[in-house]
């Protein structure tokens, strides 16, 4: 069985559950429940890791998947895709920093980096959700 036209669906699920990890780690840390938070955030890392190696062996494969809509759906498609590609660039290297930071104790400088990189992971998640419906179930 090929598996390849399957992997948007799952890359879409694992997106939506990095997203919600992230923000489960988000209300942990808020509750000073810091073990708990370590573990949705390596998880949330662990889930994001599977959606970059399942959206690198997709598009090996299929190539480009270009939107086939016209008009103003395309501009707001566009737009949404051209902020969440920008950011999803950044996000590895963010939350690799701010994960090695966090696992060494080094807090002041690992909060300082996670204000940053929560809402750019969070975003990039959730609009990987968003693209996905856009393209595929338009």
């Keep these: 069985m090929n598996f390849i036209p399957l ?3 799952v890359n879409a699920v694992l997106n939506g559950c990095a997203a919600v990890l992230l923000v489960c780690g988000f ?3 808020r509750q000073r429940k ?3 938070h370590r573990r949705f955030m390596l998880t ?3 889930v994001s890791s599977l959606f ?3 959206y690198l062996v997709y598009h090996f494969n299929a190539g480009i998947v270009h939107f086939q809509h016209t008009g103003a759906i395309r501009a707001v498609y ?3 895709l051209g902020t969440h590609t920008v950011l999803a660039a950044a ?3 963010l939350a690799i920093i701010t994960l090695s930071r966090g696992l060494a104790s080094r807090f002041d400088k690992h909060r300082a980096i ?3 990189t929560l809402p750019i992971w969070l975003y990039v998640s959730v609009t990987g959700v968003v693209v996905y419906v856009m393209l595929y179930h338009l």
Excluded: N
């Design 7 to 9: 992997l948007p669906a």
């Design 34 to 36: 810091i073990q708990t």
């Design 91 to 93: 996000v590895p290297v």
């Design 114 to 116: 996670a204000r940053w």
């Design 44 to 46: 949330a890392f662990g």
């Design 78 to 80: 566009l737009g949404i």
């Design 27 to 29: 209300f942990m840390i």
């Design 52 to 54: 970059l190696v399942s």
